[in-house]
């Protein structure tokens, strides 16, 4: 098959970086897959695993783009390709309006979002990483579901991995425990855990416990990170809390870690390399994987929701519990990681990835020979309103100063615990 893989960004963040692996995978099984996408680090990344890529038209900067959906379905004529696949709702909009009502391509989705966006075509095959969210896409009249969990390569992240420099690089102290961090320095998600782990490290170091964090990445957030990892640092009296900035290979980070704090594909990245990982979700939650842990926060999607009313304080204060035993019990921490190691080699490999997708993209091109027209233009249509009303909403929020800046991936807009 020709294969035209579109995602959504291309900054370092879990659903691209899936994208562009699962992308390299597929072409690995004998398929002939492009990458377009805006300009962004994780271009080189498309250069590095040898895939084609094909830049974006800079005037489709307001999503969905009526450019981007001429785009692809000239792309679509010009290289033969036999389906489209779109991460996250505005590029699988943009492939809907284009190839698959234009040229009658199959299209598929890819959502990594915390709520399937409730205007996708529900004829579109849907591919999600977590169980609750094929449940509630099912239940929301979607008829092709899969679910996909977030794979990791096993030969890029494991064990040995050289860490380089890195904690010197950052000024840390080689014997004291070093916890890391990695993602995009956001409100919606992740910013309440980090403040909170800035806090734990202050807190631990007035006990007399010594400890390290590193936050690698970057985002709108930064800002109010430094300001709260700088707090720390006078409390502490010396450099415990560093932000990196974003690193376009953050593999030296976990090799380097002692623990991982994450949550979604970059927990299992921390699993990959065989550190014990406390998976971060918001509310004040944090879990320890575990055995007994495992199997709900795999159906939750590697996150977790606390309870009602619960924030930073009280997620600084169950932090704080997890780490008290880690830290002081290195043959711990070495047989969780051995446990997780073992569990993504199982469950999340590439291959094993590859495999699925592949799966789904024979089963949508099949189904595309069997065209039914009115459940499609109904499908056009209710996109279509349904797209224009969620503009004008978040017009009115914009202007109100009470929109997220990521789509469906506030806390207000789940209806139960959802993945990262």
């Known amino acids: 098959m020709r294969i035209l893989v579109y995602p959504h960004a291309m900054e370092i963040g879990g659903s691209q970086l899936n994208a562009v692996e699962i992308a390299a995978a597929t072409r690995d099984r004998g398929h002939d897959v492009v990458v377009v996408s805006r300009d962004g680090p994780l271009v080189d990344t498309v250069c590095r695993l040898g895939l084609r890529h094909i830049l974006l038209d800079p005037r489709a900067e307001r999503r969905p783009s009526r450019h981007a959906a001429s785009q692809l379905t000239r792309l679509a004529k010009q290289h033969g390709f036999d389906i489209v696949h779109g991460y996250e709702w505005p590029p699988a909009v943009e492939a809907f309006a284009g190839p698959r009502l234009r040229l009658g391509l199959p299209v598929v989705c890819t959502i990594n979002s915390m709520v399937v966006a409730p205007f996708l075509p529900r004829t579109v095959p849907l591919v999600v990483y977590m169980d609750d969210n094929r449940l509630r896409a099912i239940r929301a009249g979607y008829s092709h579901v899969t679910l996909l969990e977030p794979p990791v390569d096993l030969q890029a992240n494991r064990p040995g991995y050289d860490a380089g420099t890195f904690r010197c690089e ?34 631990l170091a007035a006990t007399g416990r010594r400890i390290q964090l590193a936050i690698v990445g970057d985002g709108p957030s930064r800002p109010l990170v430094e300001r709260t990892a700088a707090a720390a640092n006078a409390r502490t009296g010396r450099r415990a809390v560093v932000l990196t900035g974003e690193l376009n290979d953050p593999r030296r980070a976990y090799a380097a870690a002692d623990i991982v704090l994450g949550m979604g594909g970059s927990a299992l990245r921390g699993l990959a390399f065989a550190k014990p990982v406390v998976v971060q979700g918001e509310r004040g939650f944090w879990e320890l994987l575990t055995p007994d842990s495992a199997p709900q926060i795999m159906r939750q999607g590697w996150y977790g929701l606390g309870a009602e009313g619960d924030g930073r304080a009280a997620g600084a204060t169950r932090l704080m519990n997890i780490l008290g035993g880690l830290l002081d019990e290195p043959q711990t921490r070495a047989r969780l990681g051995q446990y997780g190691r073992a569990l993504v080699a199982e469950r999340f490999s590439l291959e094993k990835a590859a495999t699925t997708q592949e799966q789904v993209y024979v089963a949508a091109v099949q189904a595309s020979a069997r065209p039914a027209a009115m459940p499609l233009l109904t499908d056009a249509f209710r996109t279509g309103i349904g797209v224009s009303k969620h503009k004008v909403v978040r017009k009115w929020q914009r202007w109100r100063g009470t929109a997220p800046l990521a789509d469906f991936n506030a806390v207000a807009t789940r209806s139960g615990p959802c993945a990262t």
């Not at 080689?174 to 961090?181: D, Q, Y």
């Not at 956001?186 to 807190?203: H, I, M, R, S």
């Open 170 to 203: 950052l000024g840390f102290d080689a014997s004291v425990p070093l916890l890391v961090v990695v993602g995009r320095l956001a409100p919606e998600q992740k910013l309440e855990g980090l403040l909170a782990a800035c806090d734990v490290v202050a807190e």
